[in-house]
């Protein structure tokens, strides 16, 4: 740990103890810094509860957040990760007739990042609608090399999400690691990358673990979940993440994790517990 880490834990330490009244945060070996998204805590969990039960449990940040809700997690010590970048899941990067707002949005939500203390900011190839893969590649260049220069002014790193095409996003483009790879490396910036959602590249292409190690420098940021169902990863579900969070550590990853399943347990908090406890090798 870097004297700049050590500082920074520290201070988020103390911030969290007295934002929950001196009550005693879990430690990990934060080897992987771990956080959530919102879905980890099942229902009728408020903002505030989610955000304070996520820094009991030792996340270090809270991805996907709107901006109204960025103050709560920064009062618990969270990073707001992950927030949104430029254009619209199914409609972005790929469609040339949007690139103008895509921009637009760019110009104005790195600049508020690096103001926020944010790292990254994600964005979207969008559907297919029948273009080719080769494409869908130049239009997402065009637009992504132009606004890679805002991110590396701004020192914030723009991640491209992978998500699958057969289950939960169909037509979607940026469907397989290689295209996002082969995307990251036209633009040739270290402020583009890759969103890995491991959950999803289960369900597209398997591999997970040789996949992450040969691709390591092209990825920002990572979500889990469980597959088959995008649950918890317990004992009904086919991927070890202990192994995979033993791979991602061992690469010196310095980003970050995010739990991004739905649980289907009684106890939402334990449950998150037992995940982050997996992942903390």
Sequence with gaps: MTRKDFLFSA?????????QGGEQKVQRKNRLKQGVCGGVFGRG????????NAARLGAHCFDLQAPANWP???????????VPGGGRLTDACNDKTLHEAIRKQFAENLPRAKKEGIPNVVTFSGNRRGKSEEEGLENCYLI????????????????????NSKVDHPDYQCDHTAWGVELCKRVG??????????????????????????????????????????????????????????????LGYKGYLCHEYSPTTADPLATLDEMMKICDV
Excluded: W
Excluded at 75 to 82: A, D, I, Q, S, W
Excluded at 145 to 160: G, L, P, S, Y
């Design 11 to 19: 201070a988020a330490s103390t911030a969290v103890a007295s934002a």
């Design 45 to 52: 969990m408020s903002m505030e509860d989610r955000a304070k």
């Design 72 to 82: 709560i997690l920064k009062k618990y010590g969270l990073v707001p990760t992950m």
């Design 144 to 163: 992504l090399k132009d606004v890679v220069k805002i991110a590396e002014d701004n020192e914030v790193t723009i991640c491209m999400e992978l998500l």
């Design 189 to 250: 910036s270290p402020r583009m990358k890759l969103l890995y959602d491991i959950y999803h590249m289960q369900i597209m292409e398997g591999d997970i673990i040789r996949t992450i190690r040969d691709n390591i420098q092209y990825l920002g940021h990572f979500h889990t979940a469980g597959n088959p169902g995008r649950h918890q990863f317990d004992d009904t579900q086919e991927m070890s993440y202990k192994g995979i969070a033993q791979a991602i550590v061992d």
